[in-house]
């Protein structure tokens, strides 16, 4: 982690506007710095169905939090990597396709190491320890911490950490939108306050690399009991078949499925999904990424290439079975 942790603050200070003194950068210095050291056991890679994305333990007898179009339908065995190259099994329980959270939990040994939540009630208290009466971790500007495995685990490479600031906050979804740079992989990961605690959980990279967007840990405490539960099935298409470099190629539809209805045929290749192109991670999103954010009876428009001709199929996505 050493390696990463120099080319980190050496960056750090020079885009940070807000520290303005020497002792108050020094200061934030030390807390990124023993934030990370601590966050990056917790922070994993998620491999499943051929996609990989990132989580982060969240208590010791193995929750992670990630996203659903990561964890996609309840029931699944992901593999789960460790910083020190180390792999678990974990099951996938709940999904909100509406807010994109998803949870999954270790099976087997732990404790596990983890990461506290920072919780709205939990950081007033600490800022009335402290007499600071401002909520650094929500405001406009806060400094936040970014942790993931873009592009998946890499036994080269320790936990990838980047810095940013908070751009933007809607309390109306509770997201929070960030400068620190975000890549395919990294989804699912951490967004920690400068004490090590997880405000937030990627989500999406926005229309730059340095615009992305993260679920505010509320939400997630919101839906705790139904994410524990099982939360909602994902969408089934119905369609069978392997992520190319770019779409979807079908290799086979299930009979009396949507896919089946809607006039999907072995070979074809779905471009699309409502008007958004399908790619194959890390560099694109996958087929079922977009399903994982749908619910049974949605109906959606797929972007179809058939010898050579492009059509566009509307489909009224089914229950799973």
């Keep these: 982690m050493r390696r990463v942790i120099a ?36 922070t994993v890679a998620i491999h499943l169905g051929g996609g990989t994305g990132s989580g982060v333990i969240v208590s010791p007898d193995g929750l992670i ?13 992901a593999a789960v990597y460790f910083a020190d190259g180390s792999v678990a099994v974990a099951e996938t329980l ?3 396709p509406g807010t994109d959270c998803g949870m999954l939990r270790l099976l087997g040994g732990g404790p596990w190491p983890f990461l506290a939540l920072a919780t709205h009630e939990h950081d007033q208290r600490e800022n ?70 997880v405000i937030a959980i990627h989500a999406r990279v926005g229309p730059s690399l340095d615009a992305n967007y993260h679920i505010a840990i509320e939400r997630f405490l919101e839906q705790w009991s139904r994410l524990l539960e099982g939360g909602t099935p994902i969408a089934s298409l119905g369609a069978v078949g392997r992520d190319a470099l770019a779409g979807f190629a079908v290799g086979g539809v299930e009979p009396n499925s949507a896919a089946d209805r809607a006039g999907l045929t072995r070979g074809d290749l779905i471009l699309g999904f409502n008007g958004v192109a ?8 996958s087929l079922r990424s977009f399903l994982a954010l749908r619910r049974p009876g949605d109906v959606v428009e797929l972007h179809v290439k058939r010898r050579g001709q492009t059509m566009k199929l509307t489909v009224t996505l089914d229950e799973p079975e």
């Design 94 to 96: 709940g999904l909100e």
């Design 128 to 197: 009335e320890d402290a007499q600071d009466p401002e909520d650094a971790t929500r405001r406009v500007g806060g400094p936040v911490i970014a942790l993931g495995h873009p592009g998946g685990f890499d036994p080269t490479r320790p936990v990838v950490a980047r810095f940013g600031t908070t751009l933007d906050i809607d309390p109306r979804d509770a997201t929070l939108r960030t400068d620190a740079v975000l890549t395919a992989g990294d989804s699912g990961g951490p967004l920690l306050n400068r004490a090590g605690r």
């Design 7 to 42: 080319c980190f603050s050496l960056w750090l200070f020079t885009g940070f506007a807000t520290a303005q003194h020497a002792d108050e950068r020094a200061a934030l210095e030390q807390d990124i710095i023993a934030a990370i050291a601590h966050a990056q056991d917790a």
């Design 278 to 285: 399908i790619g194959r991670p890390p560099d694109g999103r």
């Design 65 to 77: 939090l990630s996203v659903a179009h990561v964890t996609g339908s309840p029931g699944q065995r």
